[in-house]
């Protein structure tokens, strides 16, 4: 077993790898910023590279009369109110930058045949403001990012799982993990710290990240340090998760499959959207949709599986070949499936963190001197729904905001602080999980607390069936005191597994607890109980493990904004 401890020293740590936090570490390095990026993938193989729609900025060269105050009031529209206006204006503001900076990059984006970015359709916008590159555009944008960041020298270390951010009287100083591959430790003093480690829907049983992604590890990290958290009950379901194989479980079948004719069936053969949404059927939204597929499993007119059917097997051959080849290409890769002749089982699947860290608007700065936070792993721009395309948005303006902030904070101090008690206290953690050789199996209990989540808060939730949810995660945290961790030829996976179960009981417990206070139905959160929407909720829900729940007033929408928000037909917006 490896006791060899790494020691290194930079003005700027990204914990995270994936568009976010390359984005934030190209920013600090052109700048001249010393800067160091740790990851627990591989740089190309982050969760980014999963995206497949596009990224939204009012460039105005489709719709001309696009405007990025228009694209605040669609995504201030679709958050059901709960976003916080000053974030969605900074991001919406400098969105088109955010373009052009991956334009400068070497971005290869579909155009017009005069040559300008093309752009389409993607939900709920009013105009078309999604530019993208072919059904690849996350992978695309994986691929300029990571290379940049490689013409910058930035030091990007893969494989490097952060345990515990490095905390002294309120400011962070570094981080301290380990290498999942030989074990070796690895303590990285730093004047500012940006978190880019996704969300936490891995803590449901179907999830659209896959084993080792948005695990909680950014909301937990951010906790224990005395950040403290937002909104973690509004997660986005995306109704089309595939039920199997098991080891791809979750995986989407992207909306153009509805948006182009697709239907869905329960196991009674019944067009059930007749019964939610009659006029716009299946091109009704994500939440609609979602919703209607977990009643039909709920009311036991789902498929043994538990899952519904989603049927392309009336379209022509060649239109399926032609519009959804990714579709076609995915299921027969994974289930040896043709889709133009037989339907594909689905289910509502865990798929985006819409709250997370809370960070300040102007900065991505938290309540911790020195810390931000970006991405999936931060909250403000979704509120209670997420505008369709907004993720990649995000993360292209997160990180370079953040990265001058976390700069500009480098620049301005005075001195390094330093915590030996803080530095011990993380060795000694790891030491910990290391001795432990109890009864209790990490994976197995992983397994318990996603099956309470996916039971008590999936798409719909009530008053007692979240409260089973709290006491089941206590028996669980009394089982991991019980629990072992087991090294073996394979590498240090198990104590990763170890510190993941402790994010995802720390995730479930902020997520379980805020939807219990959040008695409404409003955009993704479903309360049976609750049905209609409360006036008075129209907050933010922060929480910690200290104080629990607290709630926070929305700031106003500026009236100019406010004026241009509307409601806007989806039809034939459903787009891979």
């Not at 070497?106 to 072919?134: K, N, P």
Request: with cysteine.
């Amino acid at each position: 077993m490896s006791t060899l401890e790494h020691r290194l020293a930079t003005s700027v740590l990204v914990v995270g790898t994936g568009g976010s936090g390359l984005r934030a570490a190209i920013e600090l390095a052109e700048a001249g910023v010393a800067v160091i990026a740790v990851g627990r993938r591989a740089s190309g193989d982050a969760h980014t590279v999963l995206a497949t729609g596009g990224v939204n900025a009012a460039l105005a060269t489709t719709d001309h009369a696009d405007t990025w105050e228009q694209h605040a009031a669609d995504t201030l529209r679709e958050s059901r109110l709960l976003a916080d206006p000053r974030a969605v204006l900074a991001v919406t503001r400098q969105a088109a930058q955010g373009i052009h900076d991956l334009e400068r990059f070497g971005m290869r984006f579909d155009r017009q045949d005069d040559g300008r970015i093309a752009q389409r359709y993607f939900g709920a916008h009013t105009y078309r403001r999604t530019a993208f590159a072919g059904d690849r555009t996350g992978r695309e944008m994986q691929r300029v990012l990571r290379e940049r960041a490689e013409r910058l020298a930035v030091p990007v270390l893969p494989r490097l799982y952060v345990t515990r951010l490095l905390v002294d009287d309120g400011t962070v100083f570094g981080a301290y993990g380990f290498d999942t591959a030989d074990g070796s430790r690895y303590l990285v003093h730093a004047d500012a710290v940006i978190l880019a480690t996704g969300g936490h829907t891995r803590i449901w049983r179907h999830t659209s990240s896959r084993r080792d992604e948005n695990t909680g590890d950014s909301l937990r990290l951010a906790a224990e340090a005395g950040a403290r958290l937002r909104d973690p009950e509004l997660v986005q379901f995306h109704p089309s998760g595939l039920l199997k194989p098991e080891n791809a479980a979750g995986t989407l079948v992207g909306e153009a499959a509805r948006g182009e004719g697709g239907i869905l069936l329960n196991n009674l053969g019944e067009r059930f959207m007749e019964r939610y949404d009659p006029e716009r059927m299946e091109l009704a939204g994500r939440d609609r949709v979602a919703l209607a597929a977990y009643t039909e499993i709920r009311e036991g007119r789902g498929t043994r599986a538990g899952g519904v059917w989603l049927d392309l097997s009336h379209l022509p051959r060649e239109t399926v070949l032609a519009r959804l080849p990714r579709v076609h290409r995915m299921l027969l890769d994974l289930q040896m499936l043709d889709v133009t002749r037989d339907p594909i089982e689905i289910a509502p699947t865990a798929h985006y963190s819409m709250g997370g860290v809370r960070v300040r608007p102007e900065d991505q700065g938290t309540d911790i001197d020195g810390l931000f936070a970006i991405g999936e792993a931060a909250s403000g721009l979704h509120g209670a729904n997420r505008l369709e395309g907004n993720s990649l948005t995000e993360l292209l303006v997160h990180g370079r905001v953040a990265g001058r902030a976390a700069a500009e904070y480098s620049a301005g101090l005075t001195g390094q602080r330093r915590s030996l008690g803080s530095v011990r206290a993380a060795q000694a953690d790891v030491d910990r999980l290391l001795a432990a050789d109890g009864d209790q199996n990490v994976r197995a209990l992983q397994r318990s607390v996603r099956r309470l989540m996916t039971e008590h808060a999936g798409v719909v939730r009530d008053e007692a069936g979240l409260s089973a949810g709290l006491a089941a995660l206590d028996e669980i945290e009394a089982r991991m005191e019980d629990a072992g961790t087991h090294v073996d030829i394979g590498g240090f996976e198990d104590l990763a597994h170890a510190y993941d179960l402790r994010s995802a009981v720390l995730a479930a417990r902020a997520t379980l607890e805020c939807a219990l206070e959040r008695r409404e139905t409003r955009g993704c959160h479903h309360r049976s109980d609750h049905p209609g929407l409360d006036p008075a909720l129209r907050v933010n829900l922060v929480w910690s493990p200290e104080t629990g729940v607290r709630r926070e007033p929305v700031p106003p929408i500026p009236t100019d904004i406010a004026e241009l928000m509307h409601d806007v037909p989806t039809d034939g917006k459903l787009l891979e």
